[in-house]
Structure formats: structure tokens, C-alpha cells
């Protein structure tokens, strides 16, 4: 039983962080969407086009909300 936990221990102790490459990335996914869709690739007009449609709901929303009381 010991050297199941021990085992355990050092797996855990040993395993390899994630945030590391999660640190390499500094571009959000509204960016990186942003570039795609400037780019030349294949549909990279319907990502515009779901941009700026996120964009106008957002909007939308936020004038709704400056309608409440």
C-alpha cells in the first residue's frame, strides 16, 4: 500500500505543468478569430461575418441594459 501511494506521489510530483505552454499564448480567442478572418483561408469571411454579428448583439445588449432601471 505504501509504495502505491509513493508511486503516486512522485507521478503527481513529476508530471509536466500545462501552464507553461498556456503561458506562450497571449492572443485571445476574439484575436486570433480577428486575424483569421483577415486572412485569404477558406471561409475566413464567415468568421468576420460571426464577428460582427457577436458585435452587434453585444451592443444591442449593452443598450438594453442601459435601459433598466
Excluded: H, W, Y
Aim: charged content about 25%; proline content about 3%; hydrophobic content about 40%.
Amino acid at each position: 500500500m505504501k509504495r502505491l501511494v509513493l508511486a503516486a506521489l512522485i507521478t503527481v510530483g513529476c508530471s509536466r505543468s500545462e501552464t507553461a505552454a498556456n503561458d506562450r499564448d497571449t492572443m485571445t480567442q476574439r484575436q486570433r478569430d480577428s486575424v483569421l478572418a483577415q486572412s485569404g483561408l477558406p471561409g475566413a469571411k464567415g468568421v468576420g461575418k460571426a464577428l460582427s454579428a457577436a458585435d452587434s448583439v453585444r451592443a444591442r445588449n449593452a443598450q438594453l441594459d442601459s435601459l433598466s432601471p
